[in-house]
Structure formats: structure tokens, C-alpha cells
């Protein structure tokens, strides 16, 4: 089985902002499979789906950014799945919007969420997806621009970006992980032209 976790804060305020990257790409997943993620377990909001011979778990934690590994340790405790068959899909700051970047495991980074999530899990073995937000415009605080909402423009961009990131969540459920990383990592999506 596999659990597919978006990071992002619950609520309203916070539904269509940058910080919420993470929630965006399970959301659209979730349309496209359709799955409802509505049963609340594990500090989770969270859709059971079944893909050929594979159970996935699609979950968006509900307790706040900085305390996803609260909802990650439920959620792998509750399905008695291992850290390696867990997929955490957040945004970075560091990559441009438009981008995004697969690793089979790694370090945190300064993300505060997937800080959390590694702490949880006991382990920084296991693929997550970044989701590109950057560059933060000079000058700017980033904990403000992360919590401001996506503008029209920057809206239009991200949905291919959210097609791609679902393609890769099925490529690495189906075991592709490498070619995944082949296929979306030097990948960036064109941003509508102005006119």
C-alpha cells in the first residue's frame, strides 16, 4: 500500500495559498481518481483508493504545517505502513514556479513541515515531491509570502504543474521512481504569455 500525503494548514483562509502546494497536488489527485477526501482519521482528512492491486491512502493532514509529523505518525502507525511506501508532496521556495523536483529520500531542508514529517517517521527514506513557489520577490518576508494566495497569473501556471506532480505520484506507485525523476525534474512549465 501507499500513503500519498499533501502538506499544507487546514482551512479556508489558507485553501489557495503557496504554503498549500502540497494539499493543491492530493486535492487534484483525488479529482482525477475520483475519490472523495472526506473520513477523518489519523489527524487527517483522508480518501481510501484502490489502483489495480494497490490500496492508496490519499491524506491531508489537519494539524497545521510545523505539526505534520503528528499526522504522519497516526497515519503510518493506523495503516501499518513503512516510512519507504509513503509519498510527501510539499512546496519549495527554492524552485521557481513552474517546477518540480522528485527525490527518493533525502534531508528536510529548512522546511519546517517535512522537518516535522522526518522527525515522525523516524526516517528521511522515502520519496517526496517538491513543488516549485519561488522566487520570493526580494525584500519580501517569506513566511507572509508563502501564506498569500496563489494570484491569477501564477494560478494559471500551476495547474499543469499539478497534472505532472499527479503523473509522478502514479509513476511511483507503479514502482518508476527513477524514470519519474528523469521525466519531471529538468521539466518546467511555460508560463502563459501576457496579452
Known sequence: MWLVVGLGNPGKEYAKTRHNAGFLVVQHLARKWQAEIKKRAYYSKIAECQKGATRVVLALPQTFMNLS????AALLAGYRAKPENMIVIYDDLDLDLGQLRLRPGGSPGSHKGMKSVVEAAGSEEFPRIRVGIGPKPEGRDAADYVLEEFPLSEWETLQPVLDMACEAIEMIIRGNIN?????FNRRKTVAPTEG
Open 179 to 183: 524514470q519519474a525523476m528523469n521525466r
Open 69 to 72: 509529523g503528528k499526522a504522519v
